[in-house]
């Protein structure tokens, strides 16, 4: 069983940046994919973006650009750099981890292991 626990979240103004962490309570070296999603009041659960083993990444098309994910395997830590952050990126954040081997992308869905969440605001 991995725990995974968020942090870095808060309000920001349009423009902003935050950087978000996700701390895994076991080594991520078994872990193949690792992800962060969002999901805003009355939407549905959005792919922000996904990391692989081998540190490819994929990211939706709303954040590509502006979004940089990477994770430490060392440190047991997955990260979310957040630039030029707009209203509509708003949310609750969440880190997902998988161990199975297939598709690391932000359609992927049966992650093995949810954090609790971090609240990201972006005020215009």
């Known amino acids: 069983q991995v725990q995974l626990v968020e942090s870095g979240g808060g309000s920001v103004q349009a423009g902003g940046s935050l950087r978000l962490s996700c701390a895994a309570s076991?080594?991520?070296?078994?872990?193949?994919?690792m992800g962060w999603f969002r999901q805003a009041p009355g939407k549905e659960r959005e792919g922000v973006a996904t990391?692989?083993?081998?540190?490819?990444?994929r990211y939706g098309d709303s954040v590509a650009g502006r979004f940089t994910i990477s994770r430490d395997n060392a440190g047991n830590r997955l990260y979310l750099q957040m630039n030029s952050l707009k209203p509509e990126d708003t949310g609750m954040y969440y880190c997902?981890?998988?161990?199975?081997?297939?598709?690391?992308?932000?359609?992927?869905?049966?992650?093995?292991?949810w954090g609790q969440g971090t609240q990201v605001t972006v005020s215009s």
């Open positions: 990391v692989d083993k081998a540190g490819y990444a």
């Open positions: 076991a080594s991520t070296y078994n872990i193949y994919c």
């Open positions: 997902a981890a998988d161990r199975s081997f297939g598709y690391c992308g932000t359609s992927k869905g049966g992650f093995d292991y």
